[in-house]
């Protein structure tokens, strides 16, 4: 006689089971990550401007603004920009920000995004 091979029936029920959790995991995550991704695109956009050396903090706002508006970016907005200059008179805009993703009940996923114009170059 040989031996019966292959999966129970519950551990086909656990696997099916973490699959579910982390295909909701993904579908609850994706659209931050989207939107972040739509953010480095409008910091980019903006760095790759050829006149954003001598661009203002209302021209950065004004065309970050545009790109939020275009993109339907939401959970930035131009108060969250952060605005540098070195001693080189080069400048810097970057954006700090945090999301709160809820997931079922009490338990939520903080996710921390980051996007400057120093990387985008």
């Given at each position: ?70 993109d ?20 810097a ?23 400057s ?5």
């Open positions: 006689m040989k031996k019966q091979q292959g999966m129970s029936f519950l551990s086909l029920v656990v696997v099916i089971a973490v699959g579910i959790f982390f295909a909701v995991l993904a579908m609850k995550l994706a659209p931050s990550y989207i939107e972040y991704f739509a953010v480095k695109k409008a910091i980019s956009r903006i760095a790759h401007d050829p006149g954003f050396s001598s661009m203002s903090k209302a021209d950065m706002i004004a065309a970050f603004q545009k790109s939020a508006t275009i339907d970016i939401r959970s930035v907005e131009a108060r969250d920009l952060t605005f540098l200059r070195d001693e080189n008179g080069k400048t805009l970057s954006v700090d920000y945090q999301v709160v993703v809820p997931l079922f009940s009490n338990i939520s996923v903080l996710l921390d995004f980051e996007a114009t120093d990387n985008a170059r």
